[in-house]
């Protein structure tokens, strides 16, 4: 069974971090793996996406310097870490697994943790 498990979304003001997980079971875990979020009212935006095999990343504008994608192939754990945020960062974060990955276009996807920050 594919599953998708994301965790550690929250409240958090301006400037501050947080380390969002995404747990793969089944052949989730694929070959490209990343984050996406939506926002109420707003259309869905690739964050960041990372090939598991190499480590190659791409990051969307809006979170390059800020976000960093990674991996743990032998806990099949994906995750970003969100520094600097910002109140446009608010919205539903979620994982992402398979399919046209440097376009956000993900064959799997997980439930979504919120992510909300605060000025």
């Known amino acids: 069974q594919v599953q998708l498990v994301e965790s550690g979304g929250g409240s958090v003001q301006a400037g501050g971090s947080l380390r969002l997980s995404c747990a793969a079971s089944?052949?989730?875990?694929?070959?490209?793996m990343g984050w996406f979020r939506q926002a109420p009212g707003k259309e869905r935006e690739g964050v960041a996406t990372i090939y598991t095999g190499g480590g190659t990343t791409y990051y969307a504008d809006s979170v390059k310097g800020r976000f960093t994608i990674s991996r743990d192939n032998a806990k099949k754990t994906l995750y970003l870490q969100m520094n600097s945020l910002k109140p446009e960062d608010t919205a539903m974060y979620y994982c992402?697994?398979?399919?046209?990955?440097?376009?956000?276009?993900?064959?799997?996807r997980g439930q979504g943790t919120q992510v909300t920050v605060s000025s």
């Open positions: 089944g052949y989730a875990y694929s070959s490209c």
């Open positions: 992402g697994a398979g399919g046209r990955c440097s376009r956000y276009e993900y064959n799997y």
